[in-house]
Every structure is written in structure tokens, then in C-alpha cells.
């Protein structure tokens, strides 16, 4: 199976300001773990839902994963799935577009649309 050519990242407006600045280092656990956590299409709204229940005023940015190129690693996490692991800076020339996060009428998190 082939992996996607783009991931997602959840971010407080904070967080999206620091990008649109030019990069963005991660967040706290990102700084903790020592990368930067990333999610598929598939798994975006399994992410909102167990890391970011209850917060508000959060947005979605598309990575391009190819601009990124060895800086992404594919590694197991939770029930054994592999997600994008960014190992370095998350920069605003590789992000395909952002929006803030909405849902579906199926409660599926919106995916942004690009430009």
C-alpha cells in the first residue's frame, strides 16, 4: 500500500499564527515526543476527536509530505496504525492550504480546500 502525499495538522490559533509567520516547531507533546505529530485524511478526525475534544478556535493545515521529503517518517502508534512523524520544522512553504476546523454533517472533520 502506498503512502499518502498528504498529512494534517491540528493547531490552536497560536500555533497557526506561528506558522504563518514563516514555521512552526511544534507543540508541547510535539516538543516532547521529539517530533512533530501528523495524521492522514483517514485518521484526522480519530486525532480532533481523542487530542483536541472540547477545544475551540482550532484549525487544519495540509502538509505537502514530498516537500518534507526524509524529514517524514512513517512509525506505529495507537492500535498499531503508522502515522507522518515530521522530524524538524513544520515551514508554511510546504503547506498545500489551512482552514479552521469543521466538521461534516457526519461529524468527519472538514478537510481544507486548497487555494
Same mark, same amino acid.
Given at each position: ?7 494534517? @495538522? ?10 504563518? /509567520? ?10 516532547? *515526543? ?6 492522514? /485524511? ?7 476527536? @481523542? ?30 496504525? *503508522?502515522?507522518?512523524? =515530521?522530524?524538524? @520544522?513544520?515551514?508554511? *512553504? ?16 472538514? =478537510?481544507?480546500?486548497?487555494?
Amino acid at each position: 500500500m502506498s503512502k499518502p502525499n498528504a498529512a494534517f @495538522k491540528v493547531l490552536t490559533a497560536d500555533q497557526m499564527a506561528e506558522l504563518e /509567520a514563516g514555521s512552526f516547531a511544534g507543540a508541547p507533546i510535539d516538543q516532547q *515526543d521529539g517530533y512533530i505529530h501528523l495524521s492522514t /485524511a483517514a485518521q484526522l478526525t480519530e486525532t480532533v476527536d @481523542k487530542h483536541f475534544a472540547g477545544q475551540e478556535g482550532l484549525w487544519v493545515a495540509e502538509v505537502d509530505l514530498e516537500a518534507l521529503g526524509d524529514a517524514i517518517r512513517w512509525e506505529p502508534s495507537r492500535g498499531g496504525q *503508522d502515522f507522518p512523524h =515530521l522530524y524538524g @520544522k513544520l515551514t508554511l *512553504d510546504t503547506i498545500v492550504a489551512y482552514s479552521p476546523l469543521e466538521r461534516e454533517g457526519d461529524g468527519s472533520v472538514r =478537510l481544507p480546500v486548497t487555494g
